[in-house]
């Protein structure tokens, strides 16, 4: 059974760092095929693509934010962590880590979402 | 990079079919894509892979009155008599080899 967890602070201000854990089971990162996305979706919003890791280390980031986000995998914890610098109240969102089959290509498995808020 | 568009919301009817549109941007109609169901106050849902011919394989657990179909650049959500239940966020997904992109979104409302 495949399932994702986000975890990180619920509040943060502006201009600091963010940094969200997704822990998951059920798969591998090692695995080939394997990887995880960041997605984000403000609230009343669509949803948002961030950034993706494959099992074999790429990295790929959204054209927009690439520059204040870092994507990193911890296999032996099966955790993935996302890092955005320079957080702004437009960064105010449910952020949510999601699993993705490279021979499939799409979402197959979303984690249940944590929510941060950027406020001074 | 593609872009996705659909309509902002729909409804339908307890008991009635519904047709959701996800339309790929020119130049990538050829496209794969997936829909994802998002109920009020819950994370989204994986729904099906949906080819542009047509063919369409569905997540564990997905009820047989959801169904896709394409044409053209269009991508199609149907469901089937429709529940209560139904009542969500409809978001489709692509992606190439190295982005990843969702549409606006459709808001499906029982009546």
């Known amino acids: 059974q495949v399932t994702l967890r986000e975890s990180g602070p619920a509040l943060v201000k502006p201009t600091q760092t963010l940094t969200l854990t997704c822990t998951f089971s059920?798969?591998?990162?090692?695995?080939?095929?394997?990887?995880v996305s960041w997605i984000r979706q403000p609230p009343g919003k669509a949803l948002e693509w961030l950034a993706r890791i494959d099992w074999d280390d790429d990295k790929y980031y959204s054209t927009s934010l690439k520059t204040r986000l870092t994507i990193s995998k911890d296999t032996s914890k099966n955790q993935v962590v996302l890092t955005m610098t320079n957080m702004d109240p437009v960064d105010t969102a449910t952020y949510y880590c999601?699993?993705?089959?490279?021979?499939?290509?799409?979402?197959?498995?979303w984690g249940q979402g944590t929510l941060v808020t950027v406020s001074s | 990079q593609p872009v996705l568009t659909q309509s902002s919301s729909a409804s339908a009817s307890l008991g009635s079919s519904v047709k959701l549109t996800c339309t790929l941007s020119s130049g990538h109609s050829s496209y794969i894509i997936a829909w994802h169901q998002q109920q009020p106050g819950k994370a989204p849902r994986y729904l099906m892979k949906?080819?542009?011919?047509?063919?369409?394989n569905k997540g564990s657990g997905v009820p047989d009155r959801f169904s896709g179909s394409s044409s053209g650049a269009d991508r199609y959500l149907t469901i089937s008599n429709l529940q209560s239940e139904d009542e969500a966020d409809y978001y489709c997904e692509t992606w190439d080899s190295n982005s990843r992109v969702f549409g606006g979104g459709t808001k499906l409302t029982v009546l």
């Open positions: 059920g798969f591998s990162l090692s695995t080939s095929g394997m990887c």
């Open positions: 999601a699993r993705i089959r490279s021979s499939g290509g799409h979402v197959d498995y």
């Open positions: 949906l080819e542009g011919s047509g063919s369409y």
